[in-house]
C-alpha cells in the first residue's frame, strides 16, 4: 500500500460543496489565480512585497512538482529540496563559471533532474513507501552536504553573481519584470502539472495511490510509472530551482536544508494532496503567512505553527480537497435496460 | 519482461489457459499442490473447495501476484510463470479480487477506464499540450468506459466516487473494469459473495453475456447453484490438491469432492464449523 490518507468524512462531501466546485471549475480558478498574481504589483509594489510574492509563486511551483510525487502517485518525498538544489546549482555553475545564460541552462538541468530522478527513484521505488521517505530524507541531506564539500559548488559559501533572467534578448532581472517572468512560468508549470494529473498518466498515478496491486493487475507497470512520476517532480522541482537562483542572485548549502522538504510537503498537505486549486492555496499560505506574521515578532513562527495546527484539526483534508466527481450526461434509461435483457 | 518467453508456434492449437503442475508453498505450508487444469476458448470453468484449499492462491499464482515455487503456467502457449502481474495482464488475462479492491476515492468511470490503460493512444506530450490526439483517446475512453457500465448493468451514478456505490454496484464496477481491459480470459474470484438472491441472478446472466463475448471465465465461487447453473466444468480442489476435474455432473457424483465438503468421521478439522452443508 501506498502513502494512503485515512479518510474521514468532511464537509468536502456535501452536495453543497460539490455544488460550489463544479461552479468554480478548474479552469476559471486558474484564470481567477493568474489575476490576482498579475494584479498583485499594483496593490503593492515595493522591492520587499515582490520578493516575498516571487517567492510565492516559485513555492507554488515546487508544490505542485512535488503533489505530483505525494499527491497523485502517494509517494512520500521528505527530501524533494534536493532537486530545487540540483536546479539551482547546475544552473548556477553553469551561468557563473562558464558564464551561459540562464535560458541555455534549461536543458542541462532537465537533463540533471531525470538523472537524478532515476538514480534515488530507480533502486528506492521498488520499497514500499516508509522506506522510501527514509531513503528520499537522506537523499535529500545527501545533495546538500555534497554542496558544502564540492569545490565547484563553491563549498558552504555557494555561488554568489548568478545572473538575473533573461529571455530572448528581454532583460528581466528588475524587480517587477521578473516577477511577471515568474509569474507566467509558474502559471504553465500548474497547468501543465494538472494537465498530467488529467491524463492516462496521472489516471495511473491515482490508480498506484489508491491500490497498487489492483492498478498492477489492470496491466499498469507501476514500478515504471512511479519512476514516471517521480522524474515529473523532480523536472519541475529542477525548473525552480533556476529560477530562485536568478530571484536571488546568490545560493548556498543553507539554501535547501530539510526545512524547505519540509515546508514544501506541508503546502501540499495543508492545501489537500492531489488538488491542484488546494496545493496553489496550500504552497501561497504557508510561504506568505510567516511574511504576514511579522509584526507577532518573536511569536511569528509560533502563531503560524498554531494556525496550522488549527487548519489540520478543523480541514483534515486540507483546505481545498481533491475529490472525485466528472460531469455525466444524462442517460437514456432505455440503453440500460436493453443491455439488461440482452441475453 | 522477466519471465515471459515468446514461444511462437504452439498460438491456438492449445489451451487458452493451461497450469501445469502448480506449487505455492508458504514456509511448510502447502497452499497450492501440484494443481493441473486448462481453460479453452469460451469456457466457464469454476474452482471450487472448501475455505482454504488454494483457490485464491492458485489465481494469485496465475496472475503474478505470487511466484510459484513449481510449475507452469501458459497463456496461449506462452510461459507466463513468475512474470510480472501487468505483463501477464498484456497477455489478456484480466481478474477480479475477492474483496473488492476498487480505487475507491476514484470515479466509477475512471476505475473502469484503468482497463483501457494500456490500450490508450496518448503520451504525456499530448497530455500537456492537449493535442487532437489526447481528446479523442479520452472521448473514446469515456465512450468505451460507460459502454462496459452499461454492459454490466450499473445503475448508480457513475461521476462520483466508486466508494459511494453500495456493495452489489461495487463488484458490477469491478468486473466492468476487468472486462475494459479486453481480456481473453478473466478470472473472478467470489464474484457473487455478499450479493442477494436477484443480483446473482443479475449476475449468472452477466457471466453468460461475459462469455458470449468470447471471453473464458474462471470463476472461484461457493454459491453452489451458481456454480451447478453457470459451469461447463468444474475443478475441485482440496489442501492445495486437485481431488476432481469434470462437469458439474460428474463433480456432485464424486465420492471425493462429497469427502472434502462434508469431512470424515475420524478426522476432526479445525475448520468444522465452516463446512457448508447443501
Same mark, same amino acid.
Given at each position: 500500500m501506498t502513502w494512503n490518507r485515512k479518510k474521514a468524512p468532511t464537509s468536502a462531501d456535501t452536495p453543497r460543496a460539490r455544488v460550489l466546485n463544479r461552479l468554480l471549475g478548474e479552469r476559471r480558478l486558474g484564470w481567477i489565480g493568474l489575476a490576482v498574481a498579475l494584479l498583485a504589483p499594483f496593490v503593492d509594489a515595493s522591492n520587499y512585497s515582490l520578493s516575498v510574492l516571487t517567492s510565492a509563486a516559485l513555492f507554488v511551483m515546487l508544490a505542485v512538482g512535488l503533489n505530483i510525487v505525494v499527491g497523485y502517485c502517494g509517494l512520500l518525498d521528505l527530501g524533494y529540496a534536493a532537486f530545487f538544489a540540483i536546479g539551482a546549482y547546475v544552473s548556477g555553475v553553469l551561468a557563473t563559471t562558464y558564464g551561459w545564460s540562464l535560458?541555455?541552462?534549461?536543458?542541462?538541468?532537465?537533463?540533471?533532474?531525470?538523472?537524478?530522478?532515476?538514480?534515488? %527513484?530507480?533502486?528506492?521505488?521498488?520499497?514500499?513507501?516508509?522506506?522510501?521517505? $527514509?531513503?528520499?530524507?537522506?537523499?535529500?541531506?545527501?545533495?546538500?552536504?555534497?554542496?558544502?564539500?564540492?569545490?565547484?559548488? %563553491?563549498?558552504?559559501? %555557494?555561488?554568489?553573481?548568478?545572473?538575473?533572467?533573461?529571455?530572448?534578448?528581454?532583460?528581466?532581472?528588475?524587480?517587477?519584470?521578473?516577477?511577471?517572468?515568474?509569474?507566467?512560468?509558474?502559471?504553465?508549470?500548474?497547468?501543465?502539472?494538472?494537465?498530467? /494529473?488529467?491524463?492516462?498518466?496521472?489516471?495511473a498515478w491515482r490508480f498506484i495511490r489508491e491500490d497498487e496491486d489492483a492498478a498492477e493487475a489492470m496491466g499498469i507497470h507501476?514500478?515504471?510509472?512511479?519512476?514516471?512520476?517521480?522524474?515529473?517532480?523532480?523536472? =519541475?522541482?529542477?525548473?525552480?530551482?533556476?529560477?530562485? /537562483?536568478?530571484?536571488?542572485?546568490?545560493?548556498?548549502?543553507?539554501?535547501?536544508?530539510?526545512? =524547505?522538504?519540509?515546508?514544501?510537503?506541508?503546502?501540499?498537505?495543508?492545501?489537500?494532496?492531489?488538488?491542484?486549486?488546494?496545493?496553489?492555496?496550500?504552497?501561497?499560505?504557508?510561504?506568505?503567512?510567516?511574511?504576514?506574521?511579522?509584526?507577532?515578532?518573536?511569536?511569528?513562527?509560533?502563531?503560524? %505553527?498554531? +494556525?496550522?495546527?488549527?487548519?489540520?484539526?478543523?480541514?483534515?483534508? /486540507?483546505? =481545498?480537497?481533491?475529490?472525485?466527481?466528472?460531469?455525466?450526461?444524462?442517460?437514456?434509461?432505455?440503453?440500460?435496460?436493453?443491455?439488461a435483457w440482452q441475453a | 519482461m522477466a519471465g515471459v518467453a515468446d514461444a511462437p508456434g504452439t498460438l491456438s492449437a492449445g489451451p487458452l489457459l493451461d497450469?501445469?503442475?502448480l506449487h505455492l508453498d508458504f514456509g511448510g505450508i502447502k497452499a497450492v499442490d501440484g494443481l493441473s487444469f486448462s481453460a479453452h476458448d469460451g469456457d466457464i470453468l469454476s474452482v471450487i473447495g472448501p475455505n482454504g484449499a488454494g483457490k485464491t492462491s492458485a489465481f494469485n499464482c496465475i496472475t503474478g501476484f505470487y511466484k510459484p515455487t513449481g510449475g507452469k503456467v501458459l497463456v496461449e502457449g506462452n510461459d507466463i510463470t513468475g512474470a510480472r502481474p501487468s505483463a501477464i495482464a498484456a497477455r489478456g488475462?484480466?481478474?477480479?479480487?475477492?474483496? +473488492?479492491? +476498487?480505487?475507491?476515492?476514484?470515479?466509477?468511470l475512471d476505475n473502469v477506464r484503468a482497463g483501457m490503460h494500456m490500450r490508450m493512444k496518448q503520451n504525456a506530450f499530448d497530455a500537456l499540450l492537449h493535442t487532437p490526439r489526447f481528446r479523442r483517446s479520452e472521448r473514446q475512453a469515456t465512450e468505451e468506459a460507460n459502454h462496459w457500465l452499461d454492459f454490466v448493468g450499473l445503475r448508480g451514478d457513475r461521476g462520483g466516487p466508486a466508494r459511494?456505490?453500495?456493495?452489489?454496484?461495487?463488484?458490477?464496477?469491478?468486473?466492468?473494469?476487468?472486462?475494459?481491459l479486453g481480456p481473453r480470459l478473466l478470472l473472478l474470484d467470489e464474484p457473487a459473495a455478499g450479493l442477494n438472491h436477484g443480483e446473482k441472478l443479475e449476475l449468472?446472466?452477466?457471466?453468460?453475456?461475459?462469455?458470449?463475448?468470447?471471453?473464458?471465465?474462471? +470463476? $472461484?465461487?461457493?454459491?453452489?447453484?451458481?456454480?451447478?447453473?453457470?459451469?461447463?466444468?468444474?475443478?475441485?480442489?482440496?489442501?492445495?490438491?486437485?481431488?476432481?476435474?469434470?462437469?458439474?455432473?460428474?463433480?456432485?457424483?464424486?465420492?471425493?469432492?462429497?469427502?472434502?465438503?462434508? /469431512?470424515?468421521?475420524?478426522?476432526s478439522h479445525a475448520d468444522e464449523t465452516e463446512v457448508p452443508h447443501d
Open positions: 535560458l541555455a541552462t534549461v536543458p542541462v538541468v532537465l537533463a540533471a533532474a531525470v538523472l537524478a530522478g532515476v538514480i534515488i %527513484g530507480g533502486p528506492t521505488l521498488r520499497l514500499r513507501s516508509d522506506y522510501l521517505a $527514509i531513503v528520499t530524507l537522506g537523499f535529500g541531506e545527501i545533495i546538500r552536504i555534497t554542496a558544502n564539500n564540492l569545490d565547484i559548488t %563553491g563549498g558552504p559559501s %555557494g555561488i554568489y553573481g548568478i545572473p538575473g533572467l533573461e529571455l530572448f534578448g528581454l532583460d528581466l532581472s528588475s524587480p517587477v519584470a521578473f516577477y511577471y517572468a515568474v509569474v507566467v512560468i509558474v502559471a504553465l508549470a500548474v497547468v501543465g502539472a494538472a494537465r498530467l /494529473g488529467r491524463s492516462r498518466m496521472g489516471r507501476t514500478y515504471k510509472l512511479k519512476l514516471a512520476a517521480y522524474i515529473a517532480g523532480a523536472v =519541475w522541482g529542477g525548473l525552480a530551482g533556476i529560477l530562485f /537562483g536568478a530571484q536571488l542572485s546568490a545560493i548556498s548549502p543553507q539554501s535547501f536544508t530539510f526545512l =524547505w522538504s519540509a515546508l514544501i510537503l506541508l503546502a501540499v498537505v495543508l492545501g489537500g494532496m492531489g488538488s491542484t486549486p488546494g496545493v496553489v492555496l496550500g504552497a501561497v499560505f504557508v510561504s506568505v503567512l510567516p511574511e504576514l506574521l511579522r509584526d507577532a515578532a518573536d511569536y511569528r513562527f509560533f502563531v503560524f %505553527g498554531v +494556525l496550522l495546527i488549527v487548519v489540520m484539526i478543523f480541514r483534515p483534508q /486540507g483546505l =481545498w480537497p481533491s475529490q472525485a466527481s466528472e460531469r455525466t450526461p444524462a442517460r437514456r434509461p432505455e440503453v440500460q435496460k436493453e443491455d | 497450469v501445469q503442475d488475462v484480466s481478474r477480479t479480487f475477492q474483496n +473488492l479492491r +476498487l480505487f475507491g476515492e476514484l470515479t466509477v459511494n456505490l453500495p456493495y452489489g454496484e461495487q463488484r458490477r464496477v469491478e468486473i466492468a473494469r476487468a472486462l475494459a449468472l446472466d452477466l457471466l453468460r453475456r461475459i462469455s458470449a463475448l468470447g471471453t473464458a471465465l474462471v +470463476l $472461484i465461487e461457493h454459491d453452489m447453484g451458481l456454480v451447478m447453473q453457470v459451469s461447463r466444468r468444474i475443478v475441485v480442489l482440496n489442501f492445495g490438491k486437485q481431488i476432481a476435474d469434470g462437469t458439474p455432473e460428474e463433480v456432485r457424483r464424486n465420492p471425493a469432492v462429497l469427502e472434502a465438503y462434508l /469431512g470424515k468421521d475420524e478426522e
